[in-house]
Structure formats: structure tokens, C-alpha cells
Nanobody, 122 residues
Framework: QVQLVESGGGLVQAGGSLRLSCSASGRSFSTYALGWFRQAPGKERDFVAVVSWNGGRTDYADSVKGRFTISRDNAKNTVYLHMNSLKPEDTAVYFC???????????????WGKGTQVTVSS
């Protein structure tokens, strides 16, 4: 069982930056791949980024490549999402999730946080 809690969301102007954090508790955090997803009002939950269990591999949605960076610190049981050059279309609730294998699909994840709101004003 893994419990996930996101933080770091907020209101930022277009072109600005935010860093989201997701702290985990429970067993075997370092054995899970960790992903970030986002969901805008009235839309499906979309893949943003994923990092493998040891941080050695990352994947990103095309819409965030070159602007967002995912990283993890297994000693702190925390995964981060560094977001730069934010755009109004990045506005959404951002969720972190844990999976036994890296995946870009929500179906691949076993545990989810409750989300943190990111709002980018134009």
C-alpha cells in the first residue's frame, strides 16, 4: 500500500514556473514507477510524465517536452515535477500516481493522490 500526497500547486502567470511535489508513505516506494497526470474541467485525465523506479528513465507527453522535468528522491520518498514556461492550457488538477511498471495510461497505476490545482493566467 502506498499513500500519495501532492503539494506545490497554485496560481501563476503565463511564462512562470512551479514545482510540484508528491510525498509517499508506505512500503516499497523505491520499487514503483511514479507518474504525473493532469485533468482539466470536463476533460479526461491525461498523462504528463513518468519516472522509472530508479530515476534512470523518464517519458513525457509531447505537450510538455522541453518545459517540464520529472525527478525523484527515493531517500525522501518524493517525486517532483518542475514546470517551466507555463501556459494557460497547462491549467488543471495535477495528480501523482504509483505503478509497478512505467506507463502512460491511467490504467497502469495502482495508487493515486488526491491532486493539486495549477492555474496559469494569461
Amino acid at each position: 500500500q502506498v499513500q500519495l500526497v501532492e503539494s506545490g500547486g497554485g496560481l501563476v502567470q503565463a511564462g512562470g514556473s512551479l514545482r510540484l511535489s508528491c510525498s509517499a508513505s508506505g512500503r516499497s516506494f523505491s520499487t514503483y514507477a511514479l507518474g504525473w497526470f493532469r485533468q482539466a474541467p470536463g476533460k479526461e485525465r491525461d498523462f504528463v510524465a513518468v519516472v522509472s523506479w530508479n530515476g534512470g528513465r523518464t517519458d513525457y507527453a509531447d505537450s510538455v517536452k522541453g518545459r517540464f522535468t520529472i525527478s525523484r528522491d527515493n531517500a525522501k520518498n518524493t517525486v517532483y515535477l518542475h514546470m517551466n514556461s507555463l501556459k494557460p492550457e497547462d491549467t488543471a488538477v495535477y495528480f501523482c500516481a504509483a505503478a509497478l511498471m512505467s506507463s502512460v495510461s491511467t490504467n497502469g497505476y495502482d495508487y493515486w493522490g488526491k491532486g493539486t490545482q495549477v492555474t496559469v493566467s494569461s
